[in-house]
């Protein structure tokens, strides 16, 4: 856990227990734990909201397909034309944000 061995975190223990006392040390771990609690839960949102993100935006397209079936896709939208130039500084995972933005974008305007 953290590159902490038993040793050391038995005397962070014993550290903690001389510092908080023995009235306190108690109500620290309980909140401490439930801290922990809230943070891995909003971590756990959080990851399953990217994981279902790519799904949101492709029911959306597909709910803005069907109201318009007619209309073919514009040419844009094809996969064969080159990606829009990169945004200086621009990590991969910004510029799939951006192109499924634009994507949806053109969805709606078509």
Do not use: C, W, Y
């Not at 061995?5 to 223990?13: F, K, S």
């Not at 949102?45 to 990217?50: N, S």
């Not at 073919?72 to 939208?77: D, E, I, Q, Y």
């Amino acid at each position: 856990m953290f590159g902490i061995g038993t040793g050391e975190l038995l005397l962070i223990l014993v550290i903690a227990l001389i510092v908080l006392g023995p009235e306190r040390m108690p109500r620290m771990a309980r909140d401490i734990g439930r801290v922990v609690g809230e943070l891995r839960r909003t971590s756990d949102e959080l990851r399953d909201e990217f994981m279902n993100a790519d799904k949101a935006i492709n029911k959306a397209i597909d709910v803005t397909a069907s109201q318009s079936p007619a209309q073919p896709l514009p040419a844009a939208a094809h996969a064969s034309e080159p990606a829009p130039p990169a945004i200086p500084g621009e990590t991969p995972f910004d510029r799939e944000m951006r192109e499924a933005k634009e994507r949806l974008q053109r969805a709606r305007d078509a």
